[in-house]
Nanobody, 131 residues
């Protein structure tokens, strides 16, 4: 069982930055390097949507169009953590942000913009961007 814990959410003014972290925890050590990790978000009254994804190697990434050029997903293998650096935040980025993980063998992210591809989810961290 993989337990994911997000942190780093908060309240920020438009134009500001936040860095979200996703770490695996639990009694059994889980190395996130064996997993595709994605970030999804859900705004109030809206469906959960894809934000960003990173391959197990960290060499392949993808983003939803509305965050390209502003968000960066990355891995720190030593820290066993995946980050989402969010810059130039806009009020429409306000949402609960979730990280998700899926065990993979290949270094690919094909199909991993879809939430149903992920077996493990964190509890979410709230981001509020004020105008």
């Amino acid at each position: 069982q993989v337990q994911l814990v997000e942190s780093g959410g908060g309240v920020v003014q438009a134009g500001g930055s936040l860095r979200l972290s996703c770490t695996a925890s639990g009694r059994t050590f889980t190395t996130l390097s064996n997993y595709v990790v994605g970030w999804f978000r859900q705004a109030p009254g809206e469906e959960r949507e894809f934000g960003a994804v990173i391959s197990r190697s960290g060499d392949i990434t993808d983003y939803r169009d509305s965050v390209k050029g502003r968000f960066t997903i990355s891995r720190d293998v030593a820290m066993n953590t995946v980050y989402l650096q969010m810059n130039s935040l806009k009020p429409e980025d306000t949402a609960v942000y979730y990280c998700a993980a899926a065990y993979v063998v290949e270094d690919s992210i094909v199909g991993f913009t879809m939430s149903r591809k992920y077996a493990y989810w964190g509890q979410g961290t709230r981001v509020i961007v004020s105008s």
